[in-house]
């Protein structure tokens, strides 16, 4: 269980995030049009993971809208956006914004998702929400980076979650010729 705040209030998850080297537990998460999308649907693709409360709240929403603008050119990179938020509002929020990247997803038909990350917010006033969190995956679905945000209320670390995503791409056979860093 990880320890959290919510303006400086101390709350718990339900357990912790999976550690970077291992693989992703896997999940099943609904889409804004009521279709699912697995963890083997998403084989063979970066994915950065986006965990928060909810869409209805300034953080969550903003850090959204910066993760779709930073995520604008990371080609073979998936941006799931996933809250406890009904597909509808989703939907609805990313239909107003304009999103091109982030795909919101939602766990309302999928409570093992916040099991099986450690994000289920166990007490507190967003008891049975999630907590904020980030978790990149590689390629092969193994976790490269997370970051569980130590108070609710602040955005997480774009720049480590960018950075990983950028650093742990699998070169394809026709960019063996390239030079790498």
């Not at 509808?88 to 309302?108: I, N, P």
């Amino acid at each position: 269980m990880a320890i959290i705040t919510l303006n400086g209030n101390p709350i718990h998850t339900c357990g912790e995030l999976p550690l970077p080297g291992h693989a992703t537990p896997p999940f099943t998460l609904t889409r804004t049009d009521l279709t699912e999308v697995t963890s083997v649907d998403l084989e063979g693709k970066r994915v950065l993971i986006s965990i928060f409360p909810s869409l209805d709240t300034a953080t969550c929403a903003q850090s959204v809208l910066t993760f779709n603008r930073l995520a604008a050119d990371l080609a073979d990179t998936v941006l799931l956006c996933v809250s406890m938020d009904l597909p509808f509002a989703q939907a609805l929020f990313c239909g107003t914004k304009g999103l091109e990247r982030a795909e919101a997803v939602s766990a309302f038909r999928h409570a093992e998702f916040g099991k099986a990350f450690g994000v289920t917010l166990t007490d507190g006033p967003m008891h049975g929400l999630f907590a904020r969190a980030v978790v990149v995956l590689d390629e092969n679905g193994t976790v490269v980076h997370t970051e569980m945000v130590k108070e609710l209320t602040r955005e997480p670390d774009y720049d480590l979650a960018i950075h990983a995503i950028r650093n742990h791409h699998h070169p394809c056979p026709e960019d063996a010729l390239e030079t790498t860093e």
